[in-house]
């Protein structure tokens, strides 16, 4: 009881110490935010709308991308423009940063988001999926940090990445999504330090998300596991006002946090935790 009441008052003075958000800052912010079609990522691009942004979008479906960055001008954004790319190509990554800078002017925010779809089931040797997941999930995400360092040490602008609690916590049925998630965190996590080091002007935040509605993550857990999955919407502006406080973690919803440490603290209550929280019938 003791060790719960000091945890609950540690996470109590995290959120009271947290800087305050103004939402001011991001009218006129030039943002470019990956995965936008859909999803947390489409819920991004109406917030930084909302808020008056400049926006690039890009996801692999033009049509969409368009339908997306219409509303988003519809909701007050000062620009919202759109590229197609496909974040599993070589080329694409550097060609979508480079669009934005030019398109906005420069660069302030970096949210990097996107994900490439991936099966939920027991892993049967796929090597090549994993192999072509890493480069659209993991590569893609460092190409484009790289490309963007320049225009964002210029702004003093933030890169947002957008992670899961399964980049910190292997779990069952999705082995090589955990693992681009694991280079994710390992990579922007050691590049935290290094810009640290370097008196940067760039900050980096890095979002651990607990499951979320969207219809992708919906559809593959659904009659699965009883997992309570939290609202896109929500997950999507808690981690814009991350971003725009510079904050270098977030966890969402909150008890992630709680999630993860119980990993190291109880292993094998943990574990038993994680495999029972799944149906599933050999
Ligand atoms: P979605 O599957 O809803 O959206 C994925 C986005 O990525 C879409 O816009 C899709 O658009 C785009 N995309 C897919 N493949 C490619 C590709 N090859 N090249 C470029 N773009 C591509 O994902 P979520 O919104 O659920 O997740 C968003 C982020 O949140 C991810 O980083 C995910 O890991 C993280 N997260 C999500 C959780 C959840 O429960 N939903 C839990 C924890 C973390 P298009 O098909 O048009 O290319």
Redesign the pocket.
């Known amino acids: 009881k003791i060790l719960l009441a000091s945890i609950c008052v540690a996470f109590i003075a995290v959120k009271w110490s947290a800087p305050s958000f103004n939402p001011e800052s991001l009218r006129g912010a030039r943002v470019l935010v990956?995965?936008?079609?859909?999803?947390?990522?489409e819920q991004m691009a109406y917030h930084y709308a909302r808020f008056g942004a400049q926006l690039v979008i890009t996801?692999?479906?033009e049509k969409?991308l368009q339908q997306v960055a219409e509303k988003c001008l519809s909701l007050g954004a000062q620009k919202a423009l759109y590229i197609a790319?496909?974040?599993?190509s070589e080329s694409d990554p550097e060609k979508v940063v480079d669009f934005a800078r030019e398109k906005l002017g420069g660069l302030d925010y970096l949210v990097l988001?996107?994900?490439?779809?991936s099966p939920f089931s027991m892993w049967e040797g796929n090597v090549e999926h994993v192999r072509w997941l890493m480069k659209?999930n993991f590569f893609s995400y460092i190409q484009m940090a790289w490309k963007a360092l320049d225009s964002l040490e210029q702004s003093k602008g933030s890169l947002v990445i957008?992670?899961?609690?399964l980049g910190k916590m292997p779990s069952p049925f999705v082995a090589p999504y955990t693992s681009t998630?694991f280079a994710v965190n390992g990579f922007f996590g050691a590049l935290y330090h290094e810009l640290a080091m370097r008196k940067s002007n760039v900050s980096i935040s890095i979002c651990t998300?607990?499951?979320?509605d969207?219809?992708?993550?919906m559809e593959k857990v659904r009659g699965v596991t009883d997992v309570p999955?939290y609202p896109?919407t929500d997950a999507a502006l808690n981690i814009i006002i991350t971003g725009a406080t510079r904050q270098p973690e977030l966890f969402y919803p909150w008890f992630t946090h709680i999630v993860n440490l119980s990993k190291d603290w109880i292993p094998s209550a943990t574990s038993y935790i994680i495999q029972n929280s799944y149906k599933y019938d050999p």
């Open positions: 990956t995965g936008a079609s859909t999803g947390i990522g996801a692999r479906r969409v790319a496909d974040m599993g988001n996107h994900i490439g779809p659209v957008v992670s899961s609690l998630k998300l607990g499951l979320i969207t219809d992708s993550a999955a896109a």
